[in-house]
């Protein structure tokens, strides 16, 4: 079946470090969307791809980078990590642009010391 | 911009009892309107979704949704909620030519008594 995954489901890092979150699907989906969940705000988007090669700021971009060289895979860069980057962070994917249902992954827990 | 708000942040009701959570938005013309559900520490599942067409919207594990253009509104249903529908539920809209992109609610958390 088809699905999505995120890697690693937890970590643990310090203030200044280079993370990367790793997010795969296999639905062969053209879309794909990386969001932060925090109490409270609900899910905010961060990055999101129309395609390979195609990447676009979300509202609370500040801090992250994305790359899109596969259909599949759009891992999320905090380039120096920060205290206010702890959070939930879930990757989603879509069919093609419009009305089309977002499919979520399971999740990373991000919690920067 | 759209806006989504959920005006509960929590509700608990008994089990058997019947369910609704509000969801209010702001959008400028007919937007696309999801609810997910997500239990802990998973990610979100669709419940249903409105994109035009009849305004009762049917959806997975009981739920239904009623989308009113003049309230704007578009708030979840179950008649007779069961333990297993403790989660957190998310209202989001999408815009029309907006390429996909979903603005969500704060969520509502929902608790179960027995």
């Known amino acids: 079946d088809a699905e999505i995954t995120q890697s690693p489901r937890h970590k643990i890092t310090e203030t200044g470090r280079q993370v990367t979150l790793a997010c795969h699907q296999t639905?062969?989906?053209?879309?794909m969307f990386w969001y932060r969940q925090d109490l409270g705000h609900g899910l905010r988007l961060i990055h999101y791809?129309?395609?390979?090669?195609?990447?676009n700021k979300g509202e609370v971009s500040d801090g992250y980078s994305v790359s899109r060289s596969n259909t599949e895979d759009l891992p999320l860069t905090l380039e120096s990590a920060a205290s206010s980057q702890t959070s939930v962070y879930f990757c989603?994917?879509?069919?093609?642009?419009?009305?089309?249902?977002?499919?979520f992954g399971p999740g990373t827990r991000l919690t920067v010391l | 911009a759209q806006s989504v708000t959920q005006p509960d942040i929590h509700i608990t009701v008994s089990e058997g009892a019947s369910l609704e959570l509000r969801c209010n938005y702001s959008?400028?013309?007919?937007?696309?309107l999801f609810w997910y559900v997500q239990s802990p520490g998973q990610g979100l599942q669709l419940l249903l979704k409105?994109?035009?067409?009849?305004?009762l919207v049917q959806g997975i594990k009981g739920f239904e949704a009623e989308f009113k253009r003049s309230q704007s509104s578009f708030n979840l249903r179950k008649p007779s909620v069961h333990w297993s529908d403790a989660a957190e539920y998310f209202c989001?809209?999408?815009?029309?030519?907006?390429?996909?992109?979903?603005?969500f609610g704060g969520g509502t958390r929902l608790m179960v008594k027995p």
């Open positions: 959008y400028g013309a007919t937007p696309y």
């Open positions: 989001a809209v999408g815009a029309v030519g907006a390429g996909n992109m979903l603005t």
């Open positions: 639905w062969n989906h053209n879309n």
């Open positions: 409105y994109f035009s067409g009849d305004t």
């Open positions: 791809s129309y395609g390979v090669q195609d990447t």
């Open positions: 989603a994917s879509s069919e093609t642009q419009g009305k089309d249902t977002q499919y």
